[in-house]
């Protein structure tokens, strides 16, 4: 079973920027929406920023607007999230997750139902 794969975690410093990869060579066709979720300790995986395969239509949580961005090279099937001045609430695995859906957003906020997840990256921001 094709799974995306995250690179790019660390340990960083609060300020840093940084920036997580996706290699997703099996999921290069237009059905695809392509996300970045987050999984702190204790807490439930929650949705960063989603990117559609077919016309790079993007969707951002709210509050990941301003620091996080989403990006894709279709080129390599590599998708990206560039992350800026972390905190360390920021701490947490990074998670690449693939979906078939129309629009990014169905991938973001929909039903975890039939997504294909990597391994995840951790991510951790400390002094």
């Known amino acids: 079973q094709l799974r995306p794969v995250e690179s790019g975690g660390g340990l960083v410093q609060p300020g840093d920027s940084l920036r997580l990869s996706c290699a997703a060579p099996g999921f290069s066709s237009n059905d695809w929406v392509i996300g970045w979720f987050r999984q702190a300790p204790g807490k439930e995986r929650e949705p960063v920023a989603c990117?559609?395969?077919?016309?790079?239509?993007?969707y951002t949580r709210d509050y990941a607007k301003g620091r996080f961005h989403i990006s894709r090279d279709s080129a390599t099937d590599t998708t990206f999230l560039n992350i800026r001045d972390l905190r360390p609430e920021d701490t947490a695995v990074y998670y690449c997750g693939a979906l078939v859906a129309n629009f990014a957003f169905m991938l973001c906020l929909g039903s975890r139902s039939g997504i294909s997840w990597g391994q995840g990256t951790q991510v951790t921001v400390a002094p």
């Open positions: 990117i559609s395969v077919r016309n790079g239509e993007t």
